[in-house]
């Protein structure tokens, strides 16, 4: 069997995209095992500048969104019934025409949509992307030889649109050893330092939610603690605004966004992590931070809240509001000052051990392609 995984630009592990994160990692893994693996980019720029990996990559320009990329059409025609196609990403006018293609050819694909169909994401331009799936997403969804979801928000979001059918729910993995190589000896601080990591969109992420929060935070923990932003977005300016309303600029960071080692140890100095989102699908940074031992808080909304709550491995929020959120972190505070973050943060490089290996993830996902 040849598995081809397609997706949007060209798996590169350094980019924020979570997407080409996963499927570079998927694709080694799967090749590790010894299954012949190919990845087709569609990007606007064909040039191979990405880091060196073990599996094939392929890509195709992309011209317009309502055409084929070039050379696609007879890259399909050259594969054989041996060929599973795996797509990407949901709500990519790209994929309907390359799946038609392919069930022409005789040949079959899997879909992952990596949280596209989350009911607060689908509230974003609602009608637009409800007229879309009538016209389009359900044939591309409803044709697929089987569907994976990383997350349970989202199997109930797609239960709403579809006539859902062989569907498979495995989350996404981690890899362990390639983070700890990053990290040097952890430092102590000597108060506790939050942090957050991600794209600065405070509606999906909450991080109006989070700003406020801290501020109640610091008010019944006598200003105890510091709140630590990594990552860039449309929304910086807005939230610099919000903490100078909130009289906590000296009290939080905006880091910027930060690649490779220098975000890993950055992110190993914090006490905790904490994403209070109002939609995801399964967010990488939860994971990158369970593995260097840093306990997470996190909304239910992240689908990450079962797993930690399992392994104690942190906090997941009964509710994702401002009051639950300073009571959280007052909780953890407290964790700091009796030394219970010592277990907690060992909980939470076992929960990755135990239930986020990619090994067992492409075990798992082996039945999609059967």
């Not at 081809?4 to 570079?24: D, F």
């Not at 330092?193 to 501020?215: A, Q, S, Y």
Request: a positive charge; one cysteine or more; aromatic letters at 10%.
């Amino acid at each position: 069997m040849e598995i081809i995984h397609v997706i949007l630009g060209k798996a590169n592990p350094n980019r924020t995209n979570g997407v080409n994160k996963v499927v570079n990692s998927l694709a080694t893994y799967q090749t590790k095992k010894g299954v012949k693996i190919s990845v087709w980019g569609i990007t606007k720029n064909p040039i191979h500048d990405y880091p060196e990996r073990i599996y094939e990559t392929i890509l195709f320009k992309e011209t317009s969104k309502i055409f084929l990329p070039k050379g696609i059409k007879e890259a399909v025609h050259s594969k054989g019934q041996s060929t599973v196609f795996h797509f990407h990403g949901g709500f990519l006018p790209q994929f309907i025409l390359i799946t038609r293609l392919i069930l022409k050819q005789g040949l079959s694909y899997v879909f992952t949509p990596h949280g596209s169909y989350n009911t607060i994401a689908m509230k974003r331009s609602h009608w637009k992307k409800k007229m879309y799936i009538s016209l389009f997403e359900k044939e591309l969804v409803e044709n697929a030889k089987a569907l994976h979801f990383i997350g349970k928000t989202e199997i109930e979001g797609a239960e709403e649109l579809f006539q859902l059918k062989n569907y498979y729910l495995v989350p996404n993995g981690q890899n362990t050893s390639e983070l700890e190589i990053l990290t040097e000896f952890k430092k102590e601080n000597s108060f506790p330092i939050f942090g957050f990591c991600g794209r600065l969109d405070v509606e999906t992420k909450g991080l109006d939610l989070l700003l406020k929060g801290f501020t109640e935070y610091l008010d019944i923990s006598h200003k105890k603690g510091e709140l630590w932003l990594i990552g860039d977005g449309k929304d910086k300016e807005l939230l610099v605004s919000l903490a100078k309303n909130l009289n906590i600029t000296n009290k939080i960071k905006f880091l910027g966004s930060l690649y490779g080692k220098e975000k890993i140890e950055k992110m190993n100095q914090l006490d905790y992590l904490i994403l209070t989102s109002r939609n995801e699908g399964l967010p990488g940074v939860v994971l990158e931070a369970s593995v260097l031992g840093v306990p997470c808080i996190v909304s239910k909304e992240t689908n990450m809240g079962e797993y930690i709550t399992q392994n104690e491995a942190g906090i997941c929020l009964e509710q994702n509001t401002v009051a639950t959120i300073a009571l959280a972190m007052q909780t953890a505070s407290n964790w700091k000052t009796i030394g219970r973050i010592k277990r907690v943060s060992k909980n939470a490089k076992q929960m990755i051990e135990k239930q986020f290996n990619w090994n067992t993830i492409v075990q798992n996902l082996e039945q999609l392609y059967v």
